[in-house]
């Protein structure tokens, strides 16, 4: 079992960026692929991105294709989700995943984290 750990969520105007952090203890961090998920106020969660054991590819949903960047370290046994030209919409919960399944992660990961919060203001 992998135990998920996020930090670096907050409060940002619209236009800005942020950077997620994800610590993970447990099992051996490679032998799973990360991802995020997020859920705004009053709406299911959805899949936000996701990446490899080896650290590629990663892949997107399209309403964050080329304004996330997810990355990881296997040294530090960290995942990380860059965002940049935040939005409003981006507004939502977002909580760290993993599987030992490229698939799962993206759809039905098995392990989650609490989740770190994440305001954009207009």
């Known amino acids: 079992q992998v135990r998920l750990a996020e930090s670096g969520g907050g409060l940002v105007q619209a236009g800005g960026s942020l950077r997620l952090s994800c610590a993970a203890s447990?099992?051996?961090?490679?032998?799973?692929?990360m991802g995020w998920f997020r859920q705004p106020p009053g709406k299911e969660r959805t899949f936000v991105a996701a990446?490899?054991?080896?650290?590629?590819?990663?892949r997107y949903a399209d309403s964050v294709k080329g304004r996330f960047t997810i990355s990881r370290d296997n040294a530090q046994n960290m995942v990380y989700l860059e965002m940049y030209s935040l939005e409003p919409e981006d507004t939502a919960l977002y909580y760290c995943?993993?599987?030992?399944?490229?698939?799962?992660?993206?759809?039905?990961?098995?392990?989650w984290g609490q989740g770190t919060q994440v305001t954009v203001s207009s």
């Open positions: 995943v993993a599987d030992p399944d490229f698939f799962k992660v993206t759809r039905a990961p098995a392990f």
């Open positions: 447990g099992r051996t961090f490679s032998d799973y692929h």
């Open positions: 990446i490899t054991q080896e650290g590629n590819p990663t």
